[in-house]
């Protein structure tokens, strides 16, 4: 059955919905975070790892496979699934924000984007068509359209030439794309200007895809101009496709942002923090290292049923972390994720029960979020 | 029940026997290959993991665990089994090799050995009564006695002083011991000289031990004189205790050790080896990063059903190990302990039907031992 979203309920007070997309790997319930997993692996973990995690899809970096190692070896090896043994979805993303990270090893134009690899220095074009090309021979289930991120802040003039370059980029990708079995996402550009949002966002619409993305957000604007954006953009979005704002973000803005309707969130916050030994919890963030660990026979989270809080003490964590043991990453990692796709699932509860308002403004008030996570 | 060993079965035509160790946290079933847990993690993986791999024992190590986190943290939060969450048997070293490893940082007189720590210099001095006190703290299953490791080669007036040292403080050990729910073992040293060998055999057996190690062997003799050495202390071992080799080896040197009437085996060989991205497999060693692995579809040994290769291409191993991802870690380290695990067991069928000596010549004779493996 090719991809298809059917929104399930929507919330009576709030943009919130409660929706399921179809692909041929499986069904998805929305909202949804999505584990990053950028070279083929969603660090630490394996797979049934993230199935017990009830983990429903994943995301996979382009950038990362294209250039190692190599789309086509993973095409040959018969796709990306059963390259890394994940039957269920994974959305790829295009590399246009990878591209734009790298800064001074990248250069823009209208025909793709030249790039340097990170690796090896070797040189390298992206283009929207060779962007579709990597993602179906990885044969992923969700593709996204190549676009131009922008820094922030930028000029309006520079915003404006990426939503048109971005709109041109959309209209190559939807050509380009030879395969039914997989969706294509476009990404709504616009920095920071609402008018320029709500221009890509019909520029965007006007072309059609199964899906539209939030692009070139939680780049380094306040929380407040985050939010603006959004609503310079969802109002103007279809009601029946998905809606997926790209690498956001903390629990607190898992939760407003499904407020303002998204339904699909990317973020390594959970992942990368559990490497670094941070660890979030019911009653805010504990720092593994700290010396106050040192003897605590308690879980990280005593709230939490997660495999890393229903067997180890915050004592042992410290213990693996301070030593410098491996475990210690795929501990904090299978209890960062759990904290993340319980939430996740509480919210899709809140809206299904319609009181996903009461839910949200709960939350936000709650020590969970009390402290600012860092990105 | 205390700690008990049975011997099951001798072997017919070779020295190998099978039996099996009680403990209080369950039995070993010998000839056993017991995965090493130095800082009380088997490095990337859980305990869930070495249950799956049917591990039933694991080791520690005291030198570790006292510098940090410190064995009366552990003893504060319950000993070592809850500490680690590993509720099957746990054997702790004493820390004599540990501290022998430290070479210019250490100084060994009659009362015992001083040392500075590698992690922060600082000074310490560890006793024969002191390594007992940790190992109680710890409330492992199997206690070793502090012993006096040399360096090869050794003269021998040197040899022959360490061994005098090592059955004072054996007696030490044994007198200083307070808690009968635990084994106490005994290791007999005598470097490369047959003659002190037999004598340090005499002499810790007169001791008394729930059990006996060789130690000083697989420090840089050639392998004949290793079974040298160890045809120079098994036949004085009594026959109703387990013998356990300290640090070995190759899956030759297990197969081989056995027929030479060992029960007990440690190595960090399949564990460190699979971090470096060498796997054993029954046609030879795998060095995971050679590009002729790149496309390889086939798992790493296509007659093993470890986790690994149940699951994994050669190719998506060595994308995890060019990647640097952690998970390559964990899967080389499943797959290689599911080799020397397999082993053991292979062995221990083969001594219960009598057919060990031509089980050890078409191993020794096989693929699986025609490279020599570095420890």
Request: hydrophobic share 35%.
């Amino acid at each position: 059955m090719p991809f298809r979203f059917e929104v399930l309920k929507q919330e009576q007070n709030t943009q919130a919905r409660w929706g399921r997309i179809h692909t041929d790997h499986g069904d998805i319930t929305t909202p949804v975070f999505m584990p990053v997993g950028t070279q083929a692996s969603v660090k630490s973990l394996t797979p049934e790892d993230l199935l017990d995690l009830k983990a429903e899809i994943i995301i996979c970096n382009i950038y990362h496979l294209y250039l190692r190692p190599g789309h086509e070896v993973i095409g040959r090896l018969g796709g990306l699934h059963r390259f890394m043994h994940w039957e269920l979805p994974i959305l790829t993303d295009s590399g246009g924000f990878q591209v734009y990270s790298l800064s001074n090893l990248r250069k823009v134009m209208d025909e793709g984007v030249e790039f340097q690899s990170h690796l090896d220095g070797s040189r390298h074009f992206l283009t929207p068509e060779r962007a579709i090309e990597i993602q179906e021979v990885l044969n992923s289930d969700i593709t996204m359209c190549l676009d131009e991120c922008i820094p922030y802040p930028a000029s309006y003039d520079y915003t404006l030439s990426a939503v048109v370059r971005t709109t041109s980029w959309a209209k190559r990708c939807k050509e380009s794309k030879t395969r039914d079995t997989q969706a294509l996402f476009g990404i709504v550009q616009g920095g920071m200007y609402a008018d320029l949002r709500e221009r890509s966002a019909h520029e965007i619409m006007d072309i059609g895809f199964d899906g539209y993305a939030l692009g070139g957000l939680s780049v380094g604007e306040t929380k407040v101009l985050m939010y603006e954006m959004i609503d310079a953009t969802t109002p103007f979005l279809p009601e029946g496709k998905p809606r997926y704002i790209m690498g956001v973000g903390t629990p607190g803005d898992l939760v407003r942002c499904v407020g303002h309707g998204i339904d699909m969130f990317d973020c390594v916050l959970p992942t990368r923090n559990a490497r670094n030994g941070m660890l979030f919890t019911s009653t805010g963030k504990v720092i593994i290292k700290n010396a106050q660990h040192a003897e605590e026979s308690i879980p990280v989270d005593e709230h939490c049923d997660c495999y890393t809080c229903r067997n180890f003490s915050r004592a042992y964590l410290r213990h693996l972390y301070m030593a410098g043991e491996m475990l210690s990453a795929r501990l904090n990692t299978i209890h960062n994720l759990h904290f993340y796709l319980t939430l996740m699932e509480d919210i899709r509860q809140a809206i299904r029960e319609d009181r996903f308002a009461a839910f949200s403004a709960d939350f936000l008030a709650s020590e969970a979020v009390h402290d600012e996570y860092t990105t």
